[in-house]
């Protein structure tokens, strides 16, 4: 079954430190990786995506991913944490297999990123 | 493009009415999703049209949900009879097939209470 999972709940950083959001998952067909950001009372704003080539992706305000087909995983990274950048990160999966970009999109449970001065 | 559209973006009711949540996705989009969040449960996809058509409504909690895309500009999410347990914030969403895009586009949300 198709599924994505954040292993933590919250991450904390302190500003001008590289941070690492972790997810991982699992689809049957090749996967189609995004990451996704919550603002308290917002709706979801697109990061980043992977569907296929280099395995290292650049997205929105710094933010970036790298794709690992072996350990199944597709952690968020920035180098250099900004206290704007606290918020809720979400991972989301679509299954590649058949028509690709048609399938169900589903979603980790959010990682809490917190930014401290 | 003004995004995905969502209406009303605040609804309180009574248990037992029946309450209709209202999304426009974006022009040219040919998918489009409806998802609860709540502290609980996180991001829950609900149900999923593709040209209109729903392909998977097995996120749909009971019977008393039901959705409906009549056109590719509108959709619907019914609750009847609403319960206090259904309140949550009910997002759509809606993605295109075409040109390699596959990202999905939230809309405000609508935060439901049911008291």
């Known amino acids: 079954a198709q599924s994505v999972a954040q292993p ?41 995506k992977y569907i296929t080539g280099d395995n290292l992706v650049k997205g929105s305000y710094g933010f970036e991913a790298e794709f690992n087909k072996s350990q199944t995983s597709f952690h968020l990274k920035k180098p250099s944490a900004l206290v704007s950048d606290s918020a809720l990160y979400f991972c989301a999966v679509r299954d590649g297999k058949g028509s690709g970009n048609t399938g169900k999109l589903i979603f980790g449970q959010g990682t809490t990123l917190q930014v401290k001065p | 493009d003004a995004g995905v559209i969502q209406s009303p973006r605040h609804e309180v009711t009574e248990m037992g009415q029946e309450v209709t949540l209202r999304c426009k996705p974006i022009s040219g989009h040919n998918s489009l999703f409806w998802y609860r969040q709540t502290m609980m449960r996180g991001l829950e996809l609900l149900i999923y049209f593709n040209n209109n058509v729903p392909i998977d409504d097995s996120g749909m909690p009971e019977d008393r949900f039901s959705a409906k895309m009549p056109n590719a500009s509108f959709s619907t999410l019914k609750i009847q009879p609403s319960e206090p347990r259904d309140s949550a914030v009910y997002f759509c969403a809606s993605s295109s097939r075409t040109g390699g895009s596959t990202e999905a586009f939230f809309g405000q949300g609508t935060r439901l209470t049911v008291v």
């Open chain 1, 8 to 48: 933590e709940d919250q991450v904390n950083v302190a500003e001008g430190n590289p941070l690492t959001v972790k997810c991982t998952y699992s689809v049957s067909g090749n996967p189609y990786l995004f990451w996704y950001v919550q603002y308290p009372n917002r709706g979801l704003q697109f990061l980043l």
